[in-house]
């Protein structure tokens, strides 16, 4: 095993939520992060910063603001969560992997100082804090990893704070009523900060958001509602284009130039692993990969899915976690309109080696779905549309091969 193994193998030693169920936020505490930060020197503070949050949407408009900045000559640290296949795309500079030399370095510095209680997470946002730093970074992209309030990213003072849409998820963890989940989120707001939220956010949510902003002395910026519309993609795509145009217009100077490049980014330029990402098997199967898992997300996924593939039939692989009411996505995705007139054939299976994955036989009835007990795909050349899982997802990516990729070997 390498270093760079050994030294993430201590961080996977440690209380990992990601993997197993969380207490209500009110029981999380930032303590250990606001301790590592004063320990090392305060990384999070020597790199400029945009911090982004949200129901859904969050790592699409992470991934938007850092492709802009970098196009615009900046070198940019991006930080999201989870990871499709490799825990390095967690941390990334200039949209590529950190060196296994400069991790190791900044992992060993904050395990150096971290408390026993520090969680996976914890030491993991801490180390992307040191790296950014290390490397003398132009701006960094921090992207929450659940709720706001006490989520171990929240020690920033950043140039801009981005809520983007809510919808009724994590209940267990951040309430049970969208405003409740809005106070959560909006822990991000910061006095001397840009507050933005997306235009979706129901009203009476976004009446919390602009409570929380005025009590700090600012305003609350409302993102516009997507003028970057673009037929083949989902509606929230273009609208999470447009909130990440809109913050950096807002903050002007280098930042406007950034803005521009993203307004006027051919959608090839824009491809964000799986987000509604286009994928073919060896054999030429066509494979869209979504990590949509809530009902307004999946319901959007499933309208588009069907829009690029029109004649001819269609499958789709679904796996949920745990903790999500299949009865209800059931009824909500067979409601969508069937707008060509072939039905789907729909398969359902354990959404990779995750702990929290529900289980096939369990959620299948509520697609009326055949049941695979492996998560492969399922036979036939039809199209295919993989969601329901971001871990599904990154189970099943590596397996194919990108249209690029197509185009490069007929040619």
């Given at each position: 095993m390498t270093k760079l193994g050994h030294i993430f193998n201590e961080l996977c030693s440690r209380t990992d939520y990601e993997q197993c169920r969380r207490p209500r936020a009110a029981r999380f505490s930032l303590q250990s992060m606001t301790a590592m930060m004063s320990a090392?020197?305060?990384?999070?503070?020597?790199?400029?910063?945009?911090?982004?949050?949200?129901?859904?949407?969050?790592?699409?408009?992470?991934?938007?603001?850092?492709?802009?900045?970098?196009?615009?000559?900046?070198?940019?640290?991006?930080?999201?969560?989870?990871?499709l296949t490799d825990w390095r795309e967690r941390v990334q500079i200039n949209s590529e992997f950190a060196s296994d030399d400069d991790l190791c370095v900044a992992m060993q510095a904050v395990l150096d100082v971290a408390s026993d209680d520090a969680t996976f997470f914890d030491l993991l946002t801490a180390t992307a804090f040191q790296l950014f730093a290390q490397q003398q970074l132009d701006c960094m992209i921090i992207e929450t990893g659940l709720g706001g309030r006490f989520d171990s990213t929240n020690v920033l003072q950043p140039l801009a704070a981005v809520i983007t849409?809510?919808?009724?998820?994590?209940?267990?963890?951040?309430?049970?009523?969208?405003?409740?989940?809005?106070?959560?989120?909006?822990?991000?707001y910061k006095s001397n900060t840009q507050l933005w939220c997306a235009a979706s956010i129901e009203s009476e949510a976004k009446l919390v958001l602009h409570q929380i902003a005025n009590s700090l002395g600012d305003e609350l910026r409302i993102g516009p509602r997507g003028e970057l519309t673009a037929p083949e993609l989902p509606k929230f795509a273009a609208s999470n284009r447009a909130l990440a145009v809109a913050v950096l217009e807002s903050l002007g100077g280098d930042y406007f130039v950034a803005a521009h490049l993203l307004r006027v980014a051919m959608l090839s330029d824009l491809n964000i692993p799986g987000r509604f990402e286009l994928r073919y098997t060896s054999a030429g199967r066509a494979v869209v990969f979504d990590v949509a898992h809530s009902e307004q997300s999946l319901t959007e996924t499933l309208r588009c899915f069907r829009a690029m593939f029109k004649d001819g039939e269609r499958a789709v692989l679904m796996a949920l976690r745990d903790d999500k009411d299949a009865e209800s996505l059931g009824v909500a995705l067979v409601e969508v309109a069937d707008i060509d007139g072939y039905a789907e054939s729909w398969y359902c299976c354990p959404a990779g080696s995750h702990p929290r994955s529900a289980r096939a036989d369990k959620i299948a009835p509520a697609f009326n779905a055949e049941v695979l007990t492996v998560v492969d795909f399922p036979e036939g050349d039809q199209p295919l549309l993989v969601t329901g899982s971001?871990?599904?997802?990154?189970?099943?990516?590596?397996?194919?091969?990108?249209?690029?990729?197509?185009?490069?070997?007929?040619?």
């Open positions: 090392l020197g305060d990384p999070h503070l020597q790199v400029p910063a945009i911090h982004v949050a949200g129901s859904k949407g969050k790592g699409s408009v992470a991934y938007y603001l850092s492709w802009a900045l970098q196009q615009s000559g900046k070198n940019v640290g991006l930080y999201t969560s989870p990871h849409a809510l919808e009724l998820e994590h209940t267990d963890v951040l309430g049970d009523t969208l405003v409740e989940i809005a106070k959560e989120k909006g822990g991000v971001t871990y599904l997802v990154g189970a099943l990516r590596n397996k194919t091969i990108s249209s690029t990729d197509v185009q490069a070997i007929r040619s």
